[in-house]
T-cell receptor, first 109, second 114 residues
């Protein structure tokens, strides 16, 4: 079993749609969690950190469920510019960082 | 803040030669940097953790004699791909962490070995 698993997609959604991605992790020692966005042939960029209480940044909402060991990302009112690959990132005890394989999102007009 | 600069962005080299990639933290000190490799349509794979002033920690399956890492200062880590072969062609990315900024990535180096 992979340490961090994501549905690779692709998710094809129309503009304005709401889309959600889940990510599961296997190591219970995982300490911090992030969502990154990666555009084609570019480096990943931090989208948002994920806090235990859940957090929101504009149209993006991230949640963490430690009991079930998964994190989620919700995107509301999708824009064309949201098309990218979204990477789930898990940090284990501040020592090792593991990336999920990414979920590809295509937002269509 | 938390800018990481990586050079070169693109390099083409002949099989058997060595290539050095630099990763610099521009506005902060990074005691630890990370090197990743990404093949097309695949996820980032951690190759090694670079520690300032000590030996790098390599992930399982990564040849330390082939991928030489040097972290001589708090702002610079280098990855040297020695005796490169076509199968080493990939996208190499470094990153460093800074409190409250998560992990900041360099812009990546696309290596093509011909």
């Amino acid at each position: 079993r992979k340490e961090v698993e994501q549905d690779p997609g692709p998710f094809n959604v129309p503009e304005g749609a709401t889309v959600a991605f889940n990510c599961t992790y296997s190591n219970s020692a995982s300490q911090s969690f992030f969502w990154y966005r990666q555009d084609c042939r570019k480096e990943p960029k931090l989208l948002m950190s994920v806090y235990s209480s859940g957090n929101e940044d504009g149209r993006f909402t991230a949640q963490l469920n430690r009991a079930s060991q998964y994190i989620s990302l919700l995107i509301r009112d999708s824009k064309l510019s949201d098309s990218a690959t979204y990477l789930c990132v898990v940090n284990i005890l501040g020592f090792k960082t593991i990336f999920g394989a990414g979920t590809r999102l295509f937002v269509k007009a | 803040g938390a800018v990481v600069s990586q050079h070169p962005s693109r390099v083409i080299c002949k099989s058997g030669t060595s290539v050095k990639i630099e990763c610099r933290s521009l506005d902060f000190q990074a005691t630890t940097m990370f090197w990743y490799r990404q093949f097309p349509k695949q996820s980032l794979m951690l190759m090694a953790t670079s520690n300032e002033g000590s030996k790098a920690t390599y992930e399982q399956g990564v040849e330390k004699d082939k991928f030489l890492i040097n972290h001589a200062s708090l702002t610079l880590s280098t990855l040297t791909v020695t005796s490169a072969h076509p199968e080493d062609s990939s996208f190499y990315i470094c990153s460093a962490s800074r409190f409250n900024y998560g992990y900041t990535f360099g812009s990546g180096t696309r290596l093509t070995v011909v």
